[in-house]
């Protein structure tokens, strides 16, 4: 895959990744019910509101996810 669209593709990612999240330090919150989870507890699935738009039907694991990103932008996958 050519850089610039590996670059794009992790850019898009992203994106999509600060629509549902906010980092605070060393926090990551929700940014529908502010449940918030800190970099020591990367290894648990956030756990949402009950009400939550952003809760999906798999576990979701915020800080993993942006490790990932991270990770892939670098090694330009
Ligand atoms: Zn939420």
Redesign the pocket.
């Known amino acids: 895959m050519p850089a610039d669209t590996a670059f794009e593709r992790v850019g898009n990612d992203l994106f999509l990744w600060k629509h ?1 999240w906010l980092l605070d330090g060393q926090r990551i919150r ?6 918030e989870q800190s970099l020591t507890w990367a290894h648990q699935a ?1 756990v ?2 009950h009400h ?4 999906t039907a798999s576990a979701q694991y915020p800080w993993q996810d942006l490790v990932e990103l991270l990770c892939a932008h670098y090694q330009g996958k």
């Open positions: 549902l929700c940014c529908y019910c502010e449940q956030l949402h509101g939550c738009p952003g809760r």
